[in-house]
């Protein structure tokens, strides 16, 4: 018997065989192009998993983990065929504890899911990325995905009280716990935040819950220079006001805005600043006020503050799908949207922007920035052909440029999207930068101790 006729043993008609069924596994939201899997699992629970694990270790099969798809570096693309394991069936929530100040959920449960149960009593999960309609617990967990909302909760690996795991050999294991803190050793929760499904497969998560806040109120700032927007926030941290939300766009990324969602901006606006900030219904107008008062320092266009539910939600909701109104600004229907995902610290953020500006026109390619700048957070979209090696490389060499401007202001060159395919060479050119290529032995040694047999995720973080 082979490993496919044990498998639907198991799993029956839920493993997916036929070539139709199985070619939109083959990528994920990056430009990436997989393999073909030889089969798609959709298991229902982790002792499913567990059997799977069993099967693919004894034929010796490599695995592939997906959860939404919503990678951008190719962290779910099956590089080496064999079996891909989809967590669309894993999507319940297990409990709700608010007096504990936890939720407990399966991987598979999208984030804007889990907060519609959430509101309803008062509480949220704090993390969210652009793509949380379709990004899902355990995918941001092993990427730990960031957000809008994280220059002021922080990322993912803030809010993971615990998680279960099955083992490259189907064993179950369980990290972390349900209290709010712990100190037993090394911390394995902690292990599994990031390792984008190169480690364990995360069968259920403790997750930690916060309140909804009392009052959100926003305001809108326009500048015609980028160093202005970056003084802006700069100032206001050093003023003691951290943004509940702060995003950033650029001339672009408004005019993709405009053409999707049908919002204008004031002509002579080169760049948007949004900043949303969370409070109690006594002192907000007080802060915003105050963060007013700041902002306008540096001679915006124009500012506006608004307490309007509706007014913020058209405005948020346009920035969230900022990724996929990026795709009207595209002059080819062959070109895909590369995804740098830079950061630096707050105050180096004035300095960083003039450079990458520069770096983005000496290049000669379309780029739109924008991101969450309240935690120093820069993306910027590269439109390119992909099967073009010409341009391309030059897409590699922006990559490189920008991420050693990055990494000369004490930055980093993937804030929140993972490693995946993209970034291997942009990760070991940050260690080398940090003389930290310890780090990689570090980690490969990691990889070789839960996954001697090289099964899960290869080609992912590194070859």
Known sequence: MNVLEELKEVLGDRLLTREEDKIPYMRDASYFAGKIPDAVAIPKTSGEISAIMKMCSSFKVPVTIRSGGSSLTGSSVPTHGGILISMSAMNRILAVKPEDSYVIAEPGVRLDDLNRELEKIGFF????????????????ISTN??????????TTKEWVLGVEVVLPNGEIVEFGGKTLKRTKGYDLTALMIGNEGTLGIITRAILKIWPVPEKVGRIISYFTEITDVGRSVSELKKNGIIPYIAEF???????SVRRANGISFPDAARFLLMIDIASTKESISRLLEKAKGIISAFDPVSIDVTLDKDEMAKMYQARKGLYSSSLSLRTDKHQYV???DLVVPASELPAAFT???EMIDKSRLKVMLFGHIGDGNIHGNIFADTRSTEE????????????????SHGGSVSAEHGIGIEKKTLLIEEL????????L?????IKDNFDPQGLLNRGKIFD
Do not use: H
Not at 392 to 407: C, F, G, W
Not at 432 to 439: A, C, K, P, T, V
Not at 441 to 445: I, V
């Open 125 to 140: 999960y704090p993390p969210d990325p652009a793509s949380s309609m379709a990004a899902t617990v355990g995918g941001t």
């Open 145 to 154: 995905a960031g957000g809008l909302r994280a220059s002021y909760y922080g």
């Open 432 to 439: 080398r930068e940090r003389n930290s290529e310890f780090n």
């Open 338 to 340: 590369v995804i740098a």
């Open 355 to 357: 450079e990458i500006q």
């Open 441 to 445: 032995k570090l980690m490969r040694s």
């Open 249 to 255: 766009m650029d001339a672009l990324s408004m005019e």
């Open 392 to 407: 391309m490389e030059k897409v590699d060499s922006l990559q490189m440029n920008l991420a050693k401007i990055v990494l």
